[in-house]
């Protein structure tokens, strides 16, 4: 199967005057640990639904750049959201491909770097500390950063033999040890490290999310997030809730020991928060409100506070209201 010609991607920068923010996350929103509760703005399709937001948080109102914003509505996006960005979601600006640290195929690799570096460089414009990252897969192939677009390769014979539950394309736990699988999660470390060491020198950390167990992807297991924890000291990670969540159930591991475990790595940067409608048979990676689904949110949130991570809500729906929920439950004024 032929990759399409992946062509460098640039971005225009601001010049960095007197309103460029060096750190936002020394300002908080009223967790009791200092860390900072925000949203995706990967849930907000229109500066209007951004404008909404801040009105109902103010000088509150906190963000994770999206890795679906392009260059040109970032740069609309920007006299809104400047002061207020906590970290990007790489790749920002979007790119055709998500990055892919695990290939084998040189040009891949390279585009992969690229385009971090441009996510660096607006982490730096906007004074983002944090940049998240999906790691790589187990191919050589670029992937595609949109969904569609990557069903096809997913679907591609390498992949189908190691699907443990039809249901979402889910592997098990086995997967990750796998002679298809180990060279993968190899490769992709060893460019970690040297990225993470890259992103420190400008002081950002570079935080590896755990994906949900789709054949393909890398990293999805407590187990996997320790190893990632313990590479580097400049190697941070971002624990995705909901996608642990479906882990939990295809795996057949406890969920709420599983966020203990990584949690107690002593490197979770940043925690997305999500709920969704799996369970034993069902894995769905919904991306829904907090408290639907029987979602033990209490327990999760009072296992997240301990690391003094960022909270930033990856819902699509209800942003302003999970938000709400989740700094009301960290301040002590609401219970769950």
């Given at each position: 199967?032929?990759?399409?010609?992946?062509?460098?991607?640039?971005?225009?920068?601001?010049?960095?005057?007197?309103?460029?923010?060096?750190?936002?996350?020394?300002?908080?929103?009223?967790?009791?640990?200092?860390?900072?509760?925000?949203?995706?703005?990967?849930?907000?399709?229109?500066?209007?639904?951004?404008?909404?937001?801040?009105?109902?948080?103010?000088?509150?109102?906190?963000?994770?750049?999206?890795?679906?914003?392009?260059?040109?509505?970032?740069?609309?996006?920007?006299?809104?959201?400047?002061?207020?960005?906590?970290?990007?979601?790489?790749?920002?600006?979007?790119?055709?491909?998500?990055?892919?640290?695990?290939?084998?195929?040189?040009?891949?690799?390279?585009?992969?770097?690229?385009?971090?570096?441009?996510?660096?460089?607006?982490?730096?414009?906007?004074?983002?500390?944090?940049?998240?990252?999906?790691?790589?897969?187990?191919?050589?192939?670029?992937?595609?950063?949109?969904?569609?677009?990557?069903?096809?390769?997913?679907?591609?014979?390498?992949?189908?033999?190691?699907?443990?539950?039809?249901?979402?394309?889910?592997?098990?736990?086995?997967?990750?040890?796998?002679?298809?699988?180990?060279?993968?999660?190899?490769?992709?470390?060893?460019?970690?490290?040297?990225?993470?060491?890259?992103?420190?020198?400008?002081?950002?950390?570079?935080?590896?999310?755990?994906?949900?167990?789709?054949?393909?992807?890398?990293?999805?297991?407590?187990?996997?997030?320790?190893?990632?924890?313990?590479?580097?000291?400049?190697?941070?990670?971002?624990?995705?809730?909901?996608?642990?969540?479906?882990?939990?159930?295809?795996?057949?591991?406890?969920?709420?020991?599983?966020?203990?475990?990584?949690?107690?790595?002593?490197?979770?940067?940043?925690?997305?928060?999500?709920?969704?409608?799996?369970?034993?048979?069902?894995?769905?990676?919904?991306?829904?409100?907090?408290?639907?689904?029987?979602?033990?949110?209490?327990?999760?949130?009072?296992?997240?506070?301990?690391?003094?991570?960022?909270?930033?809500?990856?819902?699509?729906?209800?942003?302003?209201?999970n938000t709400r929920i989740v700094q009301e439950s960290m301040t002590g004024?609401?219970?769950?």
């Amino acid at each position: 199967m032929n990759q399409p010609k992946i062509k460098a991607f640039g971005i225009q920068h601001e010049e960095q005057g007197a309103d460029r923010v060096t750190n936002t996350n020394a300002l908080t929103t009223g967790c009791k640990n200092g860390a900072v509760t925000g949203a995706s703005l990967v849930g907000m399709k229109s500066l209007k639904e951004i404008e909404e937001y801040i009105e109902q948080f103010g000088q509150d109102a906190r963000f994770e750049l999206s890795y679906q914003m392009s260059a040109e509505y970032l740069a609309q996006a920007t006299p809104l959201i400047r002061g207020r960005v906590v970290s990007a979601h790489a790749c920002c600006p979007s790119t055709e491909f998500f990055p892919n640290l695990a290939s084998a195929d040189p040009e891949v690799v390279a585009q992969s770097l690229a385009d971090m570096e441009a996510t660096l460089q607006t982490a730096l414009e906007f004074g983002a500390k944090i940049v998240v990252l999906h790691a790589g897969y187990v191919t050589d192939l670029a992937m595609p950063s949109s969904y569609e677009a990557r069903k096809p390769i997913l679907a591609r014979p390498e992949f189908i033999k190691d699907i443990r539950h039809e249901d979402g394309a889910i592997c098990g736990p086995e997967y990750r040890l796998s002679p298809g699988y180990i060279p993968y999660a190899e490769r992709a470390k060893e460019r970690l490290v040297a990225l993470a060491r890259r992103y420190a020198k400008s002081a950002v950390r570079l935080a590896v999310e755990n994906l949900n167990p789709r054949v393909g992807y890398l990293f999805h297991s407590p187990e996997e997030m320790l190893e990632l924890a313990a590479l580097d000291p400049d190697l941070w990670l971002c624990l995705d809730v909901g996608h642990l969540y479906i882990t939990s159930f295809a795996f057949g591991f406890d969920y709420l020991e599983g966020l203990k475990t990584i949690v107690g790595s002593g490197k979770v940067a940043s925690c997305h928060l999500h709920a969704n409608s799996s369970r034993n048979g069902r894995y769905r990676d919904d991306h829904f409100s907090l408290e639907q689904n029987g979602f033990p949110l209490a327990e999760v949130l009072s296992i997240v506070a301990a690391s003094e991570a960022n909270l930033i809500v990856e819902a699509v729906e209800d942003l302003a209201g999970n938000t709400r929920i989740v700094q009301e439950s960290m301040t002590g004024r609401r219970l769950l």
